[in-house]
């Protein structure tokens, strides 16, 4: 089951892609009862098995994306488009605690849901607003992704371009979309507190641009106070401090080190590194001096690692006094002995197959999070309309109407 820190909290998700509904899949994950509403005859585009492209040609029988984000949800098919559609998610507000959507604030006003029609129908809804590049402004009608808003307009992307020489496609998927979303349900959950002492209602707004900017925070102080376009990032070869960088070993992979605190443990690291003769030299006796002459300190460090393959350096390393990683396939870690005894990935039940998902960060009172597969387009209609106080013969005549599916 999920956690219980929001037991009791019922949320209703307007939305498709990814930002919203990762901040209601952690919400859910945190034990919110999540209802998410979908339009009856449109197909979210995350249920899509080419949502990415280049993957194999093969049916897993998993909407892989559609799982990561809605997770441990309910799914009603509502025409919000309809004034039936819309008096039924006004009726349903009116019981909820948390509403969140990422439409656009015309499209909020057209199908009934802007804050002020929520509010009036619920003072004490607490109000998600999932936007690209902020609610005011010039471009609040202009929609966004977060390989656009939080890749590209954040300055990340530049960043990692100017280290580079070329742009740098943003990872992976919806990398900005759960992050900003993650925020989200932070702030959502904080303002339920508040409610809880002051019964206060709240609108809650982040963007994909917001969360880009935050995470980009240092480099955007750097431009301004030193008149620069980013903060330096260097080619491995040039890193300024040679022991804060990643190394081949024999066969071609990659260990990450972290020696921050250039002036200590350096003996030690050279020990697990069978580069003993690193320690008596006068170029590399200091961490000054180290840093002073960091190509010559990296290209000796370069031939100590290509001098195995990773699996001896693995097993040396497990005395280094320097914080270190290798640099991992996606398979590598959902394979990490750490990400398996930390409960980092969950097992979903499927109905035809079980699959993993990564759970959301926070763990609560040493327990891993278990979660429940994701709802089928309109799976839970009826009985999540019926628990909302909708009697069946109204059901029916909503469907006859088209406002239900």
Known sequence: MPYD??????VIELSMYAFAPASAAVLSDWGADVVKVVPPNTADPMMSGRVVGG???????????????????????????TPEGRDLLHRMARRADVFITNLLPGARERFGVDPDTMAAINPRLIYGRATGHGERGPERERGGFDHTDFWARSGIAHTIANTMGEF???PGPAMGDVTAGAHLAGAIAAALYRRERTGKGAIIDVSLLSTGVWMNGPALQV???????????YRREDQPNPLVTAYATRDGRHIYIAGVQTEKKWEEFCAVLEADHLVGDPLLATGELRLANARYCSGKLDEAF?????????????????????????????????VEANGMVTTIEGDTRSYPVAASPAQVDDKPLSQTRAPQHGEHTEVVLMEYGVEWDEIEALKKAGAVN
């Not at 820190?5 to 019922?10: A, F, I, M, Q, Y």
């Open 55 to 81: 993957l194999p040609d093969i049916d897993t029988g998993v909407m892989f994306m559609w799982e990561n984000l809605n997770r441990g949800k309910r799914c009603v098919c509502i025409d919000v488009s």
């Open 5 to 10: 820190l929001l037991d009791g909290v019922k």
């Open 306 to 338: 290509a001098r195995h393959d990773l699996d001896y350096w693995l097993e040396r390393f497990q005395a280094c006094p320097v914080p270190w990683a290798v640099v991992q396939s996606s398979a590598e870690t959902y394979a990490d002995r750490q």
């Open 168 to 170: 740098v496609a943003q």
């Open 223 to 233: 431009s301004h106070l030193y008149g620069i376009p980013t903060i330096p990032r």
